[in-house]
């Protein structure tokens, strides 16, 4: 059985987009028999935890890991494992507010206290509201910080250290539990820039140089791939792409997925492409086999860039979702499960709400996500006077939400295939959304699964709502509509099937 690896640059619990179609996508994998883990290069204290709570929610599944380059090299140089029962001495002392011979300005707020020697600033202590010790930063005689140490679960896990004349951090040591250093990064003083990585191994002499993470990170790629003859490697994150070209070629079969449109504004043919896409586009032809989620981007990607016949369209299946087993209906609701950032167009959504409210206030919009734009959507709201709509925060799973309504919004300025369409028509419920690329056109049947508006045509928005609420019994046959085309073209296991097509192409 093939050995893949699905490699991103980090796993968090509360994301969707790139990260829930991976765990969507491996879970379908590890139980058709699968050997998938999920590979990842950024650095948490808790990824363990990260992963336990994922497979408690059923995102991921129980048979798939999260391999982290970090952790990778901190258990295999640990000589044990930490126990939180017995916290060792020097955390014993240092999680200590008050100590002898230091004279301590402590902030109850902020949790952080500065200790003075001799009337020198010497120290800063942060704890958590747990009153767990988090870091203890030091300082010179001129009040300059030069070091970090940061804890956890009563642990030095890092040694951070900072330029005297720019204060950013110039080197980071990593730690295992009894105080051996596995790695040590350096980074440009004014720059930040990544000048080199050390890596080093317990009980033996030497150090293994890299000249920045980006070396480092392919060396460890070929690594895990030596470990099997017949691995697979599908890089789903935009920044890890050089990184898997540059491996050695007869060590893995190497595809690269786009997830989201390659454009800049106005995201369609003839923009200019996105500066973290060209390199990937620029090199297709390196790769086994480059992934789109749909037959527009593939066409607009071969007018403008050389393939050799390797790119395919394979898109994503909904991530699995709880579903209620009885549910009514609530034919005044709409929902919108979006992201509260601008490319998601929330406030034109909310726009049109203003419009419907004059001639149907019954309706009503709920809008779950998260995001920096939630402060001026609620300032608009209230601009507006929407008693109407609601900003409901993020919910992990959906489900509910969608069955419920009787129709989900979507108001993206740009999409690469939207999983809240797909979520939506699994659950039953038809999708208003505008017309841009990609994806929208290609799930949304006008008066089949759904209705499609002109990208920021508001008006047509609002009437489109409006029509829906005032013919129920369409929004119901549209849903069950879009739930048959789920459970046929976009199942599982015809997913599958698409995957292991490419993979045998790629022989």
């Not at 030069?146 to 890092?158: D, N």
């Not at 990593?174 to 050390?198: A, N, R």
């Not at 990607?301 to 209620?324: D, F, G, M, T």
């Amino acid at each position: 059985m093939k050995r893949i690896f699905s490699v991103n640059y980090q796993v968090n619990i509360n994301k969707g987009g790139i990260i829930s179609s991976m765990m969507s996508r491996s879970y379908t994998f590890a139980e058709r028999g699968y050997n998938i883990d999920l590979v990842t290069f950024d650095y948490k204290d808790n990824y363990k935890e990260v992963e336990r709570s994922l497979k408690n929610a059923g995102r991921l599944h129980t048979n798939v890991s999260i391999i982290n380059v970090y952790d990778y090299y901190k258990y295999k140089n640990s000589s044990f494992e930490p126990s939180p029962e017995q916290p060792p001495h020097d955390y014993q002392q240092n999680v200590k507010l008050y100590e002898e011979s230091y004279a301590v300005s402590y902030d109850k707020e902020l949790l952080e206290a500065a200790y003075f020697k001799n009337g020198l600033y010497v120290k800063k202590k942060k704890w958590n509201t747990d009153g767990q010790l988090l870091y203890i930063d030091y300082y010179n005689e001129n009040m300059q910080r030069t070091k970090r140490k940061i804890f956890h679960r009563e642990y030095v896990t890092r040694k951070i250290f900072f330029d005297q004349r720019t204060g950013k951090e110039t080197q980071v040591q990593y730690l295992v539990p009894d105080g051996f250093c596995y790695l040590t990064e350096w980074f440009h003083f004014e720059t930040g820039v990544s000048q080199g990585v050390t890596l080093f191994e317990r009980n033996k002499n030497s150090a293994i140089f890299f000249k920045n993470k980006h070396s480092f990170h392919t060396y460890w790629l070929e690594k895990l791939c030596k470990q099997d003859k017949d691995t697979i490697i599908i890089c789903d994150g935009v920044g890890s792409a050089s990184k898997v070209n540059e491996m050695k070629k007869d060590l893995a079969k190497r595809f690269y997925c786009i997830h989201s449109n390659h454009f800049t504004y106005p995201h369609t043919l003839g923009s200019e492409v996105k500066k973290n896409h060209r390199y990937v586009l620029e090199h297709i032809k390196d790769f086994d086999g480059l992934i789109v989620l749909t037959n527009n981007q593939k066409e607009d990607i071969q007018k403008e860039y050389e393939s050799k016949n390797n790119i395919y369209v394979i898109p994503h299946a909904p991530r699995r979702l709880e579903k209620l087993k009885t549910f009514e209906k609530k034919k005044n609701e709409f929902v919108m499960v979006a992201r509260y950032h601008e490319e998601k167009g929330i406030d034109k959504a909310i726009k049109a709400m203003g419009i419907v409210k004059k001639s149907r206030p019954d309706i009503v919009l709920n809008i779950y996500g998260s995001g920096p734009d939630y402060e001026q959507y609620q300032h608009l709201i209230g601009e507006l006077q929407l008693d109407n709509v609601h900003l409901k925060g993020y919910v992990e799973n959906p489900a509910p939400y969608y069955q419920s309504a009787l129709a989900t919004l979507l108001t993206s300025k740009y999409e690469g295939f939207s999983l809240a369409i797909c979520e939506s028509f699994s659950c039953a419920t038809p999708v208003i959304s505008f017309d841009v690329k990609y994806s929208p056109s290609d799930l949304i049947k006008e008066h089949e699964t759904g209705l499609l508006v002109e990208p920021d045509n508001i008006d047509m928005l609002a009437e489109k709502m409006i029509y829906l609420y005032d013919n129920p019994e369409k929004a119901i046959e549209y849903g069950l509509n879009a739930k048959q085309l789920m459970d046929t073209e976009y199942s599982e296991e015809r997913l599958v099937e698409r995957w292991e097509g490419v993979f045998d192409r790629a022989k």
